[in-house]
């Protein structure tokens, strides 16, 4: 079965065609920036970022990196913090804002449950979805939970599928989804991050300045840790801290920077294992162009965050997943990324043969990036005004996802 679509009469306000980017976490403004900007520069489009409300703070600070902020904001009422509410409320005031301003498309990132509210609320409109990094999938409903269940909805009703390499695609076509209108554009993370990461800026924590100074220098070597998904919690997130206070001792040239997840609970059991740990700094949840320029001064990288896997072999930086299965196996497959789970021994063992091994470590990421090559929200941005029917040329995909890390 073969999911197509005929291209669409655009009618949009004023000369421009409006496109809604619609997000509401960091990584969607990430992932977004490069979009906008993009459709900015080539100027067919008008692009206009609505912030659902989900992450309000994190997302508006997200887009400060590229000089971008919501043209429209929704206020977003939470009492219980359920799903069910926050998926409620956000397709209620998509709905409202879609019926007013009527956008000609609207552009979903990833599986958030924004992502489900803003494809829902303009599907039932009759506005085409474009669902930008489309086809990723666990096929484990239980894992990422709910966004495994939100990316597989999406597709469903989406008019365009931007999938970010081959094998997203292929997902796709496993699943009926197939045709001119899924196309391989690149993941948009690897434009930001090397946009970001360009530009010269002190960091947001003096500690940090200090710290990169001497990455820089060569008198020591940056490990960075994040550990943020809800399912590390408790237990596992205890045994990769275990493993973590172990490395540091072993190794008197690392330093490690962990930024913690702000939930107070996973703060508390952060700080403990590593409070009082000598070259272990825990921060506060990072801007992104800290973990940006952190991440292209690291010499390896534990995390169990998706964002981090796509980014991280741009900069020839290793990545220990802290996960037992990755929707992102492109990484794992070029050997850019070993899948260790959250087992302490394990982890410390992966990490100790990297951190002693320059030669593995730097194999790891010799194929480049499968991610991208920093031109996804071009192609974005063509793929956009063909469905729109402003531009008759199919856009061209992502031949070779694999480029040389940046020096």
Not at 57 to 82: K, M
Not at 161 to 166: G, K, R
Not at 167 to 187: K, Q, T
Request: a negative charge; aromatic letters at 2%; one cysteine or more.
């Amino acid at each position: 079965m073969q999911h197509t679509h005929s291209r669409v009469k655009s009618e949009g306000r004023g000369e421009r065609p409006e496109i809604h980017l619609v997000g509401g976490t960091r990584p969607e403004a990430v992932k977004l920036a490069p979009v906008a900007s993009a459709m900015a520069r080539r100027g067919r489009l008008r692009p206009v970022i609505v912030a659902s409300g989900q992450h309000p703070l994190l997302f508006e600070q997200a887009l400060t990196a590229f000089d971008q902020r919501p043209e429209i904001r929704l206020d977003v009422e939470r009492r219980t913090g359920s799903q069910a509410e926050l998926l409620g409320h956000t397709v209620n005031a998509l709905d409202a804002v879609f019926a007013d301003r009527r956008p000609a498309a609207v552009v979903v990132q990833g599986d958030t449950t924004t992502t489900l509210a803003g494809a829902l609320a303009a599907f039932w409109r009759r506005i085409p979805v474009v669902h930008l990094e489309a086809g990723l999938r666990s096929h484990d409903l239980a894992a990422p939970f709910p966004e495994e269940g939100n990316r597989r909805l999406v597709g469903q009703i989406s008019a365009l599928h931007l999938a970010p390499t081959a094998r997203a695609a292929a997902n796709l076509a496993d699943e009926g989804i197939a045709g001119p209108d899924v196309l391989v554009v690149g993941n948009t993370s690897v434009d930001a991050v090397l946009d970001v990461a360009a530009k010269a800026a002190p960091f947001s924590d003096p500690r940090l300045d200090a710290l990169a100074a001497r990455a820089r220098s060569g008198r020591s070597r940056l490990v960075l840790v994040t550990a943020h998904r809800r399912e590390a919690w408790g237990r596992p997130l205890d045994e990769v801290l275990v493993a973590v206070r172990t490395l540091v001792a072993t190794h008197r040239d690392i330093e490690v920077v962990l930024p913690a997840h702000p939930n107070p609970a996973v703060r508390e059991q952060v700080d403990r294992a590593l409070g009082d740990v000598e070259r272990a700094l825990v921060t506060d949840p990072l801007p992104y162009p800290d973990l940006a320029r952190l991440l292209g001064l690291a010499t390896l990288v534990l995390s169990d965050s998706g964002g981090i896997q796509e980014e991280a072999p741009s900069f020839g930086v290793p990545v220990l997943v802290l996960r037992d299965v990755t929707e992102r196996g492109e990484a794992v497959e070029a050997g850019c990324a070993l899948l260790v789970g959250t087992d302490r021994e394990r982890v410390l063992a992966t990490a100790h043969h990297l951190l002693t091994d320059e030669a593995a470590r730097v194999a790891m990421t010799s194929r480049g990036n499968p991610f991208g090559d920093g031109r996804a929200g071009e192609r974005t941005e063509h793929a956009v005004a063909w469905l729109l029917g402003l531009d008759g040329r199919r856009p061209a995909e992502l031949v070779s996802s694999a480029v040389e890390p940046v020096a």
